[in-house]
């Protein structure tokens, strides 16, 4: 099948990222410069774990295209960022820890927490506009906008559209998945678009409609993300040919790349046995559940079946 012009784009984006090996990650206490030069706090850091040297190296671009979505459902608790760190990796946004000996360098706990709150967001965001143009459930499509409507206000004189997540740290990325509060400083908020800002954008809204100020939040959250932190390189190929690609600099970087490429190119369902995202593009427009769940379904109604049988019931 002949690649389309779009999906030769995407291909443009090549990452590695090193992960250590085993329990490779833990967190270390240490020190953090409070802000406006205000003195020093304790600290809790992410960091390599002593005396661990084995890595090993994968693309998350092309074995965890979901990846995002992995890291906006994390708690926030430092079991939780522990675990996806062992599995995925750090963030590649370390510091200084301040702490005497050893591990000198390590990422926060609150830039963690920080930056799972505002993947979680956009996730949330980019669930319910995926929800909204819905055309197989009617139900969902209709719950997706009246949800919508909660966090895309207009002010009073029709003068203004924000983004208000009013339940402060609450977020909730996935149905079923249960409502989760983040520890983070302070929620997202603020102006979207105005008589004043954004103004030739703003007057193509229509008054009261929440979908387009949705996008425009959200694009401009996915381009604040990988401005700055996406880089042109040349890669040899397998046929050792240098060829040019763009390359986050991190995982951070990695993992909102991955988003951009997923609200902006590809065909997203939910998968109506877990709930979960599953990229259909290329594949049958009627495909409504992960193979796996499908087969772990399979497998549990044969199984409840043969149970039926053995006790003498029928169904």
């Not at 203004?160 to 402060?168: A, Q």
């Amino acid at each position: 099948m002949k690649k389309s012009k779009k999906r030769q784009a995407l291909d443009i984006f090549q990452f590695k990222w090193v992960v250590r090996k085993g329990k490779g990650y833990g967190f270390f206490d240490g020190i953090a410069k409070l802000p406006h030069e205000k003195g020093y706090e304790k600290a809790r850091y992410l960091c390599v774990a002593p005396g661990n040297t084995r890595r090993r190296t994968y693309e998350p671009l092309v074995t965890e295209p979901l990846l995002f979505t992995k890291f906006a459902e994390l708690d926030g608790s430092e079991d939780s960022i522990v675990n996806f760190a062992n599995e995925y990796g750090r963030l590649g946004i370390e510091s200084t820890t301040g702490a005497r000996g050893i591990p000198q360098f390590g990422e926060l706990l609150k830039t963690w927490q920080r930056e799972i709150y505002t993947m979680a967001c956009a996730v949330m965001i980019f669930g319910y506009l995926k929800d909204s143009e819905s055309k197989r459930a009617e139900k969902r499509k209709q719950a997706a906008l009246k949800t919508l409507g909660k966090h895309i206000v207009w002010s009073g004189d029709g003068s203004r559209v924000s983004f208000d997540l009013r339940h402060s740290t609450i977020i909730n990325t996935r149905p079923g998945l249960g409502i989760k509060a983040i520890p983070i400083d302070a929620p997202i908020k603020g102006e979207i678009a105005s008589v004043r800002r954004s103004s030739e954008i703003f007057q193509s809204f229509e008054p009261g409609e929440v979908t387009q100020p949705a996008r425009l939040w959200l694009s401009r959250l996915i381009n604040s993300n990988i401005y700055g932190e996406t880089s042109p390189c040349l890669i040899f190929d397998e046929n050792m040919q240098l060829v040019p690609y763009v390359s986050p600099d991190n995982l951070r970087a990695c993992l909102w790349l991955q988003l951009y490429s997923a609200f902006s190119d590809k065909q997203f369902v939910r998968c109506a046995i877990c709930k979960g995202w599953m990229d259909t593009t290329g594949q049958r427009s009627d495909k409504k559940r992960h193979d796996e769940c499908y087969d772990r379904e399979k497998k549990r109604r044969r199984a409840a079946k043969a149970k039926a049988r053995k006790t003498g019931q029928t169904k």
